[in-house]
């Protein structure tokens, strides 16, 4: 089985390096550069803040074990953190608008260092705390960074058309290039050099150090709505009435609310999907041809959005279609492949079927990403794009605290299921937006 892991990761790692190298003129933007500059300095360090993010990733479950906490304090733990993410969350990143995008993008920093600091602390309140203040800092990540960029860019009167080169740059090196080598990178710091499993949290805080100082010595500041007498209370009333107003804005929090909601879900889902019978598998490496097949779809993205004639509405049809089908797969090999009862061993059959079918879904992640950055900074109006980006997070956390709290109640199949149906249904909501913009 070893044999297909290399072959899997082997092909995925020559389709990127292919698509990457085909690319001709009509697929490249020739951009300024001066607009290179800014590019290359955002994407340093938005490659640094989510190396911070990836480190932690793997060895949070794994920490709360060593502490010697159960699945059910575990489980607690992580709903604190969407929680957190959806209330006070949505609270500090609306903030963003009024008292700038940059400050809150420091506060980012800041605060998801004082969450890897608490990991020092087997104290089940300290634990806690750093998951509510993780859960601030990650709607800041997915709000704060993309408001500043968008709103820096046409500030400096770059082309329109550039935005879409930065954002599926950022998703290929920090959703794909950057997750791999922070999973080597962890793997290094605990398992060869056996520093232990709080070391990817110190070394994550020291990534956002970094980061923060290039952000606080290159980085200006910008504003959504710049008004002294309009309070957060005025703000969420006011993106509430875009929001309900504005259909294409309606229909974009519905596309992004069920297609990251199904991707949050696969993310507890597919290890017990592909180990049933506690059949050993390679986390590290599985994770890795993952993040591997998001690089591939970001490059996919970043020459579909070369292409001017062509919409993301109209292509991310088709990217919901894929999704939904890959999502299907368990529920197929569960009728069509007998189980194996046995336990331990090696990766099932219809676990390799599966494989690749996961490794699909993570490629249609790699073309969502960038796309759904370049719909937002069409749709979204600029004074108040961090308060409704994280409206669409209101739902989003919600589905995902459900389904932790009900992980064990239903079987995977149900579960994958479910997600395949908000995918469906995704198609029709990217079918309306397409309607909706050809219309004049």
Partial sequence: ME??????????????????????????????????????????????????????GPYVYFLYQTYGFSKGDIGQLFIAGFGSSMLFGTVVGS???????????????ITYILSCLTKHSPQYKVLMLG????????????????????AEHNKRGFEQQWLSLTFSKAIFLGNGLIAIVSGLFGNLLVGTLDFGPVAPFDAAAVFLAIGMAIILSSWTENYGDPSDNKDLLAQ????????????????LGAIQSLFEGSMYTFVFLWTPALSPNDEEIPHGFIFATFMLASMLGSSIA???????????????????????????????????????T????????????????????????????????????QYIPEEARSTIMNFFRIPLNIFVCIVLYNVNAFPITIMFGMCSIFLFSGIYLAKAAHGDCREP
């Fill in 3 to 56: 044999v297909f892991y290399l072959l899997v990761f082997g092909a995925l790692g020559a389709v990127v390096a292919g698509v990457e190298l085909s690319k001709n003129n009509k697929d490249r933007i020739n951009a300024s550069s001066a607009f290179n500059a800014f590019k290359n300095n955002y994407l340093l360090v938005y490659s640094l803040m989510m190396a911070g993010d990836w480190l932690q």
């Fill in 95 to 109: 903030l963003a608008d009024k008292q700038g995008r940059k400050r809150a993008c420091v506060t980012y920093c």
């Fill in 131 to 150: 998951r509510i203040l993780g859960g601030i800092a990650t709607s800041l990540l997915f709000s704060a960074f993309e408001s500043w960029l968008v």
């Fill in 236 to 251: 969420f009333r006011g993106a509430a009435v875009a929001i309900a107003s504005d259909e294409k804005i309606a229909l």
């Fill in 302 to 340: 970043s020459r579909l959005m070369a292409r001017s004639s062509l919409k993301v509405e109209s292509y991310m049809q088709i990217v919901f279609v894929i999704s939904a089908g890959s999502l299907l797969l368990p529920i197929v090999t569960n009728f069509l492949v007998a189980p194996s």
């Fill in 342 to 377: 046995v336990k331990g061993g090696r990766i099932s059959f219809s676990g390799c079927i599966q494989l690749i079918g996961f490794c699909t879904f993570e490629a249609c992640v790699g073309i969502f990403w960038p796309s759904i950055m370049k719909m937002r900074s």
